[in-house]
């Protein structure tokens, strides 16, 4: 009897690590859960694959994807989507305040006017046109822009999205289309850069903090099943030890 007793209580006590280990790899998810990084009713996008191009050893130019995701509701006849990236060099690095800190104010007046008026830097800006783009549908747009600063492009852009044109379906069911001005288009969408975890996989139909609330319900209920079973498993034991003192 005391074997058997063993035996059981042995069984019941690695279910009881089983569970115990399945609690703490769910709270461990729980605690590493992503936090909300992008929006389920709106078109998501990226700009990726930046490629430089060059004429004979100088750059001047740069290739890009940009992959859009339509999370919403709307079917687009078109929409134009602006996009703008700033340059952001730091002021020390930009000559007269370099020349400024080494060699005085006098000498930067001397080299100002030695070497003119310095170039304005060119602004990047690429406007980009989607046509027919219907919900949770996904498209890749190859692009080029003629600017020697790649890097730029991996960089926050500011965007807005002006015109678009939105079939929306009647009561009586035809479709409507209406033309949306560039604020109601643009709050529509959402960039995705590479701060945000979803930047590097295949966008999804839901966001990964949906996916990862998904998840944790199935270790919840991962662990409501094992319940279960160590709950049958201490009810047999009581049944077994019952059995096994009638026998004596």
């Given amino acids: 009897m005391k074997k058997i007793t063993g035996v059981l209580t042995a069984l019941l006590f690695s279910t009881g690590l089983l569970a115990s280990g399945s609690a703490t790899a769910a709270a461990s998810n729980k605690t590493n859960a992503v936090e909300p990084t992008t929006r389920n009713d709106a078109v998501i996008f990226k700009i990726h694959d930046v490629v430089p191009v060059s004429n004979e050893g100088v750059v001047t130019g740069c290739d890009f994807i940009v992959t859009l995701y339509n999370r919403t509701a709307v079917n687009f006849r078109n929409f134009t ?3 703008n990236w700033r340059d952001t060099v730091d002021e ?8 400024k800190s ?19 830097p060119k602004p990047l800006a690429k406007a980009i046109t989607v046509n027919a783009f219907g919900t949770n549908k996904q498209i890749s747009v190859k692009s080029h822009i003629d600017n020697e600063k790649c890097y730029l492009l991996l960089t926050n852009a500011d965007y807005s999205v002006t015109p ?18 560039g604020k109601e288009c643009t709050a529509m969408f959402q960039l995705v850069d590479t701060a945000n975890p979803e930047y590097f996989g295949e966008f999804k139909n839901i ?4 996916i990862a609330e998904q998840n ?21 034991l009581g049944v077994s030890d019952k059995t096994l003192t009638d026998i004596n």
């Fill in 164 to 181: 678009c044109d939105i079939a929306r379906n009647t009561s009586a069911g035809e479709k409507n289309v209406v033309r949306s001005d």
């Fill in 102 to 120: 080494v060699l005085g104010e006098g000498a930067t007046i001397q080299e100002s006017d030695l070497l003119g008026e310095q170039a304005a």
């Fill in 216 to 236: 944790q319900q199935l270790h919840s209920k991962d662990l409501t099943d094992i319940d279960v079973v160590i709950s049958k498993i201490i009810e047999n």
């Fill in 81 to 83: 989507l602006n996009l």
């Fill in 207 to 210: 966001s990964v903090t949906e």
């Fill in 92 to 99: 020390r690095f930009k000559f007269d305040a370099y020349v």
